[in-house]
């Protein structure tokens, strides 16, 4: 009621009513902005603990990214690394499999996966070859 009111003062007095004021600004998109990682294995671990969840349910590309992230955290971290090469094998991403696959086994050569992620690293696909001229 009080609007029309207002409204109806406005059109007497022959001004139109003003407009409502800018929005504010949005909020900074943080995500946008650069992380820089340190070194730390907590978080590491518990990045692998929520790509576990993920891949349970089925979520390979968000557990990828939980992987990529742990290994942000720790770059050393063998198990995220084997986790990875298991998400993107099944986002049909072979090169991405494979380099997380080599990482594992360089990280981690007497695993006791190790002989299983050599047998899958047989399986990938060839990596394509460079397109350099023969001579």
């Given at each position: 009621?009080?609007?029309?009111?207002?409204?109806?003062?406005?059109?007497?007095?022959?001004?139109?009513?003003?407009?409502?004021?800018?929005?504010?600004?949005?909020?900074?998109?943080?995500?946008?902005?650069?992380?820089?990682?340190?070194?730390?294995?907590?978080?590491?671990?518990?990045?692998?603990?929520v790509g576990r969840f993920y891949m349970r349910r089925g979520?390979?590309?968000?557990?990828?990214?939980?992987?990529?992230?742990?290994?942000?955290?720790?770059?050393?971290?063998?198990?995220?690394?084997?986790?990875?090469?298991?998400?993107?094998?099944?986002?049909?991403?072979?090169?991405?499999?494979?380099?997380?696959?080599?990482?594992?086994?360089?990280?981690?050569?007497?695993?006791?996966?190790?002989?299983?992620?050599?047998?899958?690293?047989a399986k990938l696909p060839a990596p394509p070859e460079s397109?350099?001229?023969?001579?």
């Amino acid at each position: 009621m009080l609007p029309a009111l207002l409204l109806a003062a406005f059109l007497q007095a022959g001004q139109p009513p003003s407009a409502p004021p800018p929005a504010e600004p949005e909020e900074e998109d943080v995500t946008a902005r650069e992380r820089t990682y340190e070194f730390n294995p907590i978080q590491a671990e518990n990045e692998i603990k929520v790509g576990r969840f993920y891949m349970r349910r089925g979520s390979w590309k968000a557990a990828a990214g939980r992987f990529e992230e742990a290994v942000k955290w720790n770059p050393q971290a063998a198990e995220a690394y084997l986790l990875l090469g298991q998400a993107r094998e099944k986002l049909k991403e072979a090169a991405a499999a494979r380099a997380a696959y080599e990482k594992f086994l360089a990280l981690s050569p007497e695993s006791k996966d190790a002989a299983r992620v050599r047998r899958r690293l047989a399986k990938l696909p060839a990596p394509p070859e460079s397109k350099a001229p023969k001579p």
